[in-house]
């Protein structure tokens, strides 16, 4: 099922894919949604979703609005709307967001902030 | 249609600064500052800007390129193509209507001109002949001098200095 919804949202309105045997040292930013099945070191910052696919994996600070994990990310994770953590994923680092979901078999290391100022300090 | 596996795609409001590197098709909409090193082709569509370094397989603009661009195969400015660098591939192809301000180095253009080891082994054997042939002239030259010189000695005796005289004044003895 996770896979099938990974795909579904891959395709739906993703400008922008990172393939899985790309890899960025550096920073991303942009105004549309993001998928990454390959690595990036430094720091994304988006004004839409970021997803993380099973084969991404993210080692930098991430700003944006949405972001859906399912694959690894180690760094700080803030976002203005919604914090997805899928099964399989691996997180390590501090969540910041109004809304945090961790699904059944996500593994995450780190502090949870979903205080409102999260929203409204952007 | 924007997702197919194996190929990466950067939107048009994506900016990544910094090194980019992959084994795999990357299509530029966006800005990309930095390095960029792949192993297959980079497409930079007509609403694409790199700024960087680029090492590629085959590199296609449509965009605007500011960098040196090195392919190992080959490297197409279309004609909504702007670049300003340097390209280096062994294939180079600039359409009519691309603007281009750099150099182009498509390799080592002797390679193709194999007939020169021909060429300066038959120019030795000429410059040898004529060397011989110089050589025979200097050689006839000299011969005539030395054939003139043995002759002015006994001519001049008036001019020869005392001890020559005195010399002579032996051999005549003798």
Not at chain 1, 88 to 112: E, H, M, Q, S, Y
Not at chain 2, 13 to 40: A, H, M, Q, Y
Not at chain 2, 66 to 91: C, F, H, Q, W
Request: aromatic share 2%.
């Amino acid at each position: 099922m996770a896979a099938i919804e990974k795909a579904a949202a891959a395709s739906r309105g993703a400008h922008t894919v990172i393939g899985s045997s790309i890899v960025i040292d550096g920073e991303i930013s942009g105004d549309e949604d993001l998928v990454i099945q390959g690595t990036v070191k430094g720091k994304i910052s988006l004004k839409e979703s970021l997803f993380v696919e099973g084969s991404g994996v993210i080692e930098a600070d991430i700003e944006t609005a949405n972001v859906e994990v399912s694959g690894q990310v180690t760094g700080n994770i803030a976002a203005t709307e919604k914090v997805e953590l899928k099964s399989d994923c691996k997180v390590v680092g501090d969540i910041r967001a109004p809304r945090i979901l961790i699904a059944d078999g996500a593994t995450f290391k780190g502090n949870v902030d979903m205080e409102v100022k999260a929203s409204k300090g952007k | 249609m924007a997702t197919l596996d194996g190929s990466t795609i950067i939107g048009e409001s994506i900016l990544i600064s910094g090194g980019l590197s992959g084994d795999e098709d990357l299509t530029v909409r966006g800005r990309v500052e930095g390095t960029v090193t792949l192993t297959k082709t980079l497409t930079v569509e007509p609403t694409g800007i790199v700024k960087a370094e680029v090492q590629v397989k085959n590199c296609v603009i449509a965009g605007v390129v500011v960098g040196n661009v090195t392919a190992s195969e080959s490297v197409e400015l279309t004609k909504e193509g702007r670049m300003v660098g340097d390209i280096s591939a062994p294939r180079v192809i600039i359409v009519d209507g691309a603007s281009f301000r750099g150099r182009v180095d498509m390799g080592d253009l002797e390679l193709p001109r194999g007939e020169r080891p021909a060429r300066p082994a038959a120019r030795p054997a000429l410059r040898a002949a004529a060397r011989s042939a110089e050589a025979a002239r200097r050689e006839e030259k000299p011969r005539a001098e030395e054939k003139a010189a043995p002759a002015k000695p006994p001519a001049p005796p008036a001019a020869v200095g005392i001890g020559a005289v005195k010399r002579k004044v032996v051999v005549r003895r003798k």
